[in-house]
């Protein structure tokens, strides 16, 4: 891996283009362009945009709700937390129209019999891959909201917005789908059987989409503790919440509410 940060200059418009390490699809910041760094060219496939539509000051009082409201969260967590930090990303992500054929092979034992299995089938799917290597997102947990999808135009991405590029091509989100689809495919089959002793998966993909979705990252600390959460910025949705586990005193409240006592 090497670390020298060129010069580059966009091919679009002759910009400065801003550079991290083991970046390859970057966003010019002065047109617009995405960019394909490995091969210095214009990026070809269709670059979206979601567009964020929370301020800074909705999305502390959506998480004020969040802590207030639901099941096992400790009761004076809205009064006592404190959020510590709050930002807007934008995340890269493919989005591949796919359609995924597997065909199985394999035993069901659980009956006590050896019962052979085989089969296929297919499934079609929007299938997201993020464009980050290092990322504690929970893209499976994420709905991506493409209803939003606009094309890529940088008055969309938000002042102060943090922007992260992609770090991996469309090639490699494609191992990265056929590792996944094929997991979860193997994850369907599991409750028809309980060894699959082969699965061959073919994928038709029928279109692929690089979108940036904005997320908000929270954190806020309680009992001296951070926690983090993180909102979709286009539905407002909690993509991912932790809450603090109940101490001791809280359970016996919790129990003691749950007994009428
Ligand atoms: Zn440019």
Request: aromatic residues 10%; neutral net charge; hydrophobic residues 40%.
């Amino acid at each position: 891996m090497t670390e020298i940060a060129e010069k580059v200059n966009c091919t679009n418009c002759g910009g400065p283009l801003k550079l991290e390490a083991g970046e390859v699809i970057v966003t010019c910041e002065y047109c617009g362009a995405a960019l394909n760094m490995a091969v210095g060219k214009k990026y070809f496939l269709r670059h979206a945009i979601i567009p964020n539509r929370y301020s800074p000051e909705q999305v502390s009082a959506m998480a004020r709700q969040w802590m207030g409201g639901g099941f096992l969260k400790p009761e004076d967590l809205a009064r006592k937390a404190q959020i510590r930090e709050l930002f807007l990303t934008f995340l890269p992500f493919f989005v591949v129209h796919v359609a995924a054929s597997s065909k199985y092979e394999g035993v069901l034992t659980r009956t006590g019999q050896n019962i052979p299995k085989k089969g296929d089938f297919t499934r079609e799917y929007h299938w997201k891959i993020l464009g980050r290597r290092a990322s504690a997102f929970p893209t499976k947990e994420y709905e991506i909201p493409l209803s939003g999808k606009v094309d890529f135009d940088l008055a969309h991405v938000s002042k102060n917005a943090k922007f992260l590029n992609a770090e991996m091509d469309e090639r490699e989100a494609q191992t990265r789908l056929r590792q996944e689809i094929e997991e979860h495919h193997k994850f369907l089959l599991s409750s028809e059987m309980d060894v699959i002793q082969t699965i061959k998966t073919d994928l038709e993909i029928k279109n692929t989409e690089f979108v940036h979705a904005p997320a908000w990252f929270l954190k806020y600390e309680y009992k001296q503790k951070l926690y983090e959460l993180i909102f979709d910025g286009a539905s407002g949705v909690v993509v991912k919440g932790d809450i603090p586990a109940p101490d001791d005193t809280s359970t016996k409240g919790f129990f003691k509410k749950m007994l009428g006592g």
